[in-house]
């Protein structure tokens, strides 16, 4: 679901005008606005130009020659649509039928019924359009609640007595908080569009953001809720006509309940368009910019929201992936989101023949299954954190099937996989979502101002420490910092300001283990500072040294070097110790 566009701003009060010329159907702002029904529009403008008023002002009125129908004229552009490339097809994907109804009935709902009168000389002054957008905003507002305590009154409440509690839940989710929430917000408002306090109103969005994230709930589970809806009526005839009273009740039959539980999910991807269109017309420049703070913050939340509803479809998918996959134990969703899947060719430096396998890319893991008719067999794991790939060109020279090559290659060098696909695109493919999912892991600017930023879930709202903005979704909203706990978009970790004193109390005594040693300068570390005091020292103590990359798997676990001796094997222990006492003896 994308974030809503289109909306009724100032062009709703165009429409007595377009009326007022006579012989037309009534012309709607919205149809304009959002270039809709054009045979209407072109119909409306050509008898506009015929009129004594047009054509006193040099118009020429149109048509002059009886022509085609509108019909005729549209009719094909869905085989003009057809013959576009497949390529646009993904960027429409979201944009769904049931979105689209839903938007129509919104519409319907928040029609405006008292329009201003247009002014006498035919022009709106920037006062007169701001005086007409704050309406709307109100207007809609008191609409919107006003449908929540219907959808609350004459549906939930007379519903309950058919439906168990878990039933009710279902198909309502949160409404009930949403109507206290817009009950509360609605009041706001209007104390704030009197005009000595109308420079208040950014403050009211502002204060309310954190609290219009509910919204994320409920628009994650309103298409779940509408399908338990539809399968409950047509189960039990009881419920069915109970519905169709409740909605006679409710507004004549006109809305059913289905209808009405899509407009929350629109209402709140609206703010930000009222809002814009509120900003454009604010002559005032200290009221302009703190409106212009009330418009990100909504926007934000409309992402927000987005982010959630997307998330909440990939967890779904996760879980398909989950309970189809057999012999594994562990949860999918703490390695990230799904990249890719398909079909490959792998061998490994045990096994050099090809082998037919099914692979799962996760932002942290790979999976390489065995396919068993519909189900997986799970034959290797690989955590990506001690990956990197390595493009092999030669491989594209034979243009074979499965002749196309890349290798994912364990930091240490002692493990290893050739991957093999069936094209170039293929390859090309998983080498472009593989070094995504090494990106997300090891992402540019993580060590920026002091941090060590890493992937992190976030259980509570969280706000980025460099642009102020919510981070987003349902898991792996964006990054934490293991010293000072500050939370970051991805896209802002350069920006992250450094850390205060009190927050980096750690961060020198294991400066080794957390932040300083990562993939990327691992290697040189250890061989110019560390390796050979540590391969003499092991040797004397009889314990033989470890990998870089061995100790690498500890970063993260190990906090403080007071729990070392609890947390790793004697190899991993004591080179850590060793390396802190190396880099002591350096800082004296």
């Known amino acids: 679901m994308g974030v809503a566009e289109g909306s009724r701003g ?8 377009c009326r007022s010329s006579g012989g037309t159907t009534p012309l709607q702002s919205n149809t304009v606005a959002k270039q809709k029904n054009n045979g209407k529009v072109i119909d409306t403008l050509s008898i506009l130009s015929w009129t004594s008023v047009a054509q006193s002002r040099g118009f020429e009125p149109f048509p002059t020659e009886e022509l085609v129908t509108d019909e005729d004229i549209y009719s094909g552009l869905s085989d003009q649509i057809d013959d576009t490339g497949e390529e646009d097809e993904d960027l429409y994907d979201c944009v769904d039928m049931e979105e689209e109804e839903g938007n129509e009935i919104y519409e319907d709902l928040m029609k405006l019924e008292e329009q201003p009168a247009a002014p006498t000389d035919g022009k709106m002054t920037a006062d007169d359009m701001r005086r007409c957008c704050l309406q709307e905003l109100y207007q809609t507002e008191e609409k919107y609640t006003g449908t929540l305590e219907s959808i609350t009154q004459y549906f939930m409440k007379p519903l309950q007595m058919f439906l168990g509690q878990n039933e009710t839940n279902t198909i309502f989710i949160n409404i009930k908080d949403l109507l206290d929430l817009h009950q509360a917000f609605l009041s706001e408002m209007k104390s704030c569009t009197f005009y000595k306090t109308q420079q208040n109103l950014y403050q009211v969005f502002l204060r309310n953001k954190e609290k219009f994230l509910i919204y994320g709930t409920y628009c994650s589970q309103v298409e779940s809720a509408t399908k338990y809806l539809e399968k409950t009526s047509m189960e039990h005839e009881g419920v069915r006509m109970k519905l169709e009273e409740c909605s006679r009740r409710a507004n004549n039959g006109r809305f059913s309940l289905r209808d009405l539980l899509m407009v929350p999910m629109q209402r709140v991807l609206k703010y930000h368009l009222l809002l814009q269109e509120l900003v454009k017309h604010t002559m005032d420049p200290t009221e302009k910019e703190n409106l212009k703070l009330s418009l990100e913050a909504m926007r934000d939340l409309a992402q927000c929201v987005n982010e959630v509803k997307r998330d909440n479809e990939t967890l779904k998918q996760i879980t398909n992936f989950q309970l189809s996959i057999e012999n594994l134990t562990d949860s999918l969703a703490q390695y990230g989101r799904p990249k890719t899947d398909g079909e490959l060719k792998v061998t490994s430096m045990e096994r050099k023949s090809k082998l037919d396998r099914y692979a799962f890319l996760l932002d942290r893991a790979l999976l390489i299954c065995k396919r068993k008719g519909d189900t997986f067999d799970l034959k290797e794991f690989i ?20 002749s196309h090559m890349f290798l994912l290659i364990d930091a240490r060098g002692t493990l290893g996989y050739e991957l093999y696909f069936k094209t170039r695109e293929l390859k090309k493919k998983w080498m472009e979502q593989f070094e995504m999912a090494l990106s997300n892991i090891y992402p540019d600017n993580a060590l920026a101002n002091g941090h060590d930023f890493q992937m992190f879930s976030f259980e509570d709202t969280a706000t980025c420490k460099a642009c102020q903005m919510l981070l987003r979704g349902l898991f792996f909203q964006g990054y934490r910092c293991c010293r000072c706990k500050a939370p970051a ?23 080794p283990v957390c932040g300083a040693i990562r993939r990327s300068s691992l290697i040189d570390i250890w061989a110019k500072v560390f390796q050979p005091d540590v391969d003499r020292a092991g040797a004397h103590d009889g314990i033989s040294p470890i990998s870089p990359t061995s100790m690498w798997a500890y970063r993260g676990e190990i906090h403080s070097f007071g729990n070392i001796t609890k947390r ?9 110790l060793h390396m802190h006492a190396a880099q002591t003896r350096k800082t004296k």
Do not use: M
Not at 496 to 508: F, G, I, V
């Open 10 to 17: 100032p062009l709703g009060f165009a429409g007595p005008w």
């Open 383 to 402: 955590k990506l954190q001690n990956f990197q790939i390595r493009d092999d060109s030669s491989s594209d020279k034979d243009n074979k099937k499965w």
């Open 489 to 511: 978009h991805k896209e802002c970790l350069g920006r992250a300001p450094k850390p205060k004193a009190a927050d980096r109390l750690e961060s020198a005594a294991y400066w």
């Open 568 to 576: 790793a094997d004697p190899p991993v222990r004591f080179t850590l």
